[in-house]
């Protein structure tokens, strides 16, 4: 058959499909900076990583943290770069969000007219006919032009249309601590999240070499009738002026997004962090907030090495308490509740406990098994009953003090009622040490390792976090531009 010309539809996806392909790409690196390393075990032991993109190297004698592995990336290629993960995330799910809704309007529109034979052979001399033009690619000839694609051009389209975007999607979804902890299944079919890390970012790099031949190929054959097809719908009579003109516009365009996305976010970080979330923050709400964790693992599956995040306080407050080994130690439960309480561990003991073994996800990336033993949050909020409706929000509050500020961090409600949540004091069967919380630390499963702050000190319910630290939802939130919901 003979195709009619490009319709505007298409070649308007196209064109947005380049602006969030693009953002994509580069928040994908600046992601992938603050832990420059790909593992393919869920234990993600540092030294066991398949690639890394890193010289740096950990201190053998002294307590490191998982932050110091973080690399600095430059804005040539990360968005924004300079280690700002936080921002790097946001420009990555709200671009998602996007080219989802783009994607999807692109398959819809394919289906509903004629389109899609552009791209789905309809003959299985696709094959040696790809063989053919492959030989002639090879000896340096041009294939004569297809109608509308040659064989080659038709199969590399449809791999990456209907293969590649999909399956981004999919290894993407499978490094979500909230889909994960509700579908364990899930990432198993990866063979695990770091499984799935490794592949998203393998999937990137053919992301990236497609690009890069497909915008050669479209320059060096054909460039005037590719550049009016694509722009203005019909190739035939553009001459070369017209075509370097319409090129150049889809430069410009592209670049004028990237360098005002970089430069906004690296001058006003918080104001970019704050649109991103407008749409951002809904959409995990309504995605994310009903998937309870369904985690258990089995014991054998326990990481060997679990990294810590976070320097453990060092006040005197804290020092004291340690010293008398946590004996003199109250957790305070207040805000808008009912019954404040005041929990000594032993109290915390006497109560119902329950243990768990989960796989712990940091937003940096790594991964690792753990077993926890604690008292459910659900527990804690039969005690103090809270008062409804005021009480919509949870803070948890750290004996840490760090970049100048207390560490702490708020959860929806609805998410620190959900069974796998608990006030955590025994790891792997002994109780916490100082590197992963002691006296007490937060699980919640669903959510990424911030979420769950150690060495608590008190619990505070409250209707509004806006008049908390920075008003942003947590230190790390304030600090480090992370999103208050955290369920990917
Ligand atoms: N008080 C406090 N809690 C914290 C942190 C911190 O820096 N301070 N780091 C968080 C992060 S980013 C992670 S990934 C987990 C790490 O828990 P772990 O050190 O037990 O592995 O703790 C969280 N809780
Ligand atoms: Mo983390």
């Known amino acids: 058959m003979v195709f009619d010309d490009f319709p505007?539809?298409?070649?308007?996806?196209?064109?947005?499909?380049?602006?969030?392909i693009t953002l994509l790409i580069r928040s994908g690196i600046e992601i992938l900076s603050a832990l420059p390393k790909l593992y393919f075990n869920d234990h993600a032991k540092p030294g066991s990583e398949w690639i890394k993109f890193t010289k740096k190297k950990l201190p053998k004698d002294r307590l490191w943290i998982s932050l110091d592995e973080e690399e600095s990336f430059s804005s040539w290629i990360a968005l924004p770069g300079h280690r700002n993960l936080g921002l790097g995330r946001h420009w990555h799910f709200f671009s998602i969000i996007f080219w989802i809704a783009n994607g999807a309007a692109y398959y819809i529109l394919l289906f509903t007219s004629d389109e899609w034979q552009r791209l789905i052979p309809t003959s299985w001399n696709i094959f040696p006919q790809a063989f053919h033009t492959a030989m002639m690619y090879a000896s340096f000839h041009f294939p004569p032009p297809g109608d509308p694609y040659n064989p080659i051009q038709q199969l590399s389209y449809l791999g990456v249309v209907f293969l590649l975007g999909p399956f981004m999607i999919a290894t993407g979804a499978a490094?979500?601590?909230?889909?994960?902890?509700?579908?364990?299944?899930?990432?198993?079919?990866?063979?695990?999240?770091?499984?799935?890390?490794?592949?998203?970012?393998l999937g990137m790099i053919a992301f990236v070499l497609f690009i890069v031949v497909h915008l050669t190929m479209v320059t060096i054959e054909r460039f005037p009738e590719n550049m009016g097809n694509i722009a203005l719908g019909q190739g035939r009579g553009t001459s070369l002026g017209v075509a370097i003109g319409l090129f150049s516009l889809f430069v410009i365009a592209v670049i004028i997004v990237h360098v005002w996305a970089t430069g906004s976010s690296l001058h006003k970080p918080r104001r970019i962090q704050n649109i991103l979330d407008v749409v951002i923050l809904p959409a995990k709400w309504v995605l994310f907030r009903k998937a309870v964790s369904k985690q258990q693992f089995h014991k054998s599956e326990i990481s060997p090495f679990f990294r810590v995040n976070g320097y453990p306080p060092d006040t005197k407050e804290y020092r004291d308490l340690l010293a008398n080994n946590f004996a003199t130690w109250k957790l305070k439960v207040y805000g808008v509740v009912e019954n404040p309480l005041d929990l000594s561990l032993a109290d915390m003991h006497a109560m119902r406990k329950q243990t768990q073994i989960t796989e712990h996800y940091c937003i940096q990336g790594w991964t690792a098994v753990g077993e926890w033993t604690g008292v459910p949050m659900r527990y804690i909020i039969e005690l103090c009953k809270p008062l409804l409706p005021l009480a919509r929000y949870v803070i948890f509050r750290s004996y840490q003090y760090t970049d100048g500020d207390e560490f702490y961090e708020v959860l929806d409600l609805e998410i620190v009622k959900h069974p796998q949540t608990i006030l955590a004091i025994e790891m792997n069967g002994e109780p916490l040490d100082i590197g992963h919380g002691a006296p007490l630390r937060l699980r919640v499963e669903t959510q990424l390792g911030y979420k769950m702050v150690k060495w608590i000190r008190a619990i505070e319910f409250v209707s509004d976090y806006k008049n908390i630290g920075m008003g942003q939802g947590g230190h790390r939130e304030d600090h480090m531009y992370y999103s208050p919901r955290a369920g990917i």
């Open 175 to 201: 490094m979500s601590p909230a889909i994960d902890a509700r579908f364990p299944w899930y990432p198993k079919m990866f063979r695990g999240r770091q499984v799935a890390r490794s592949l998203h970012f």
């Open 8 to 20: 505007f539809w298409l070649r308007f996806a196209h064109f947005i499909n380049i602006i969030f």
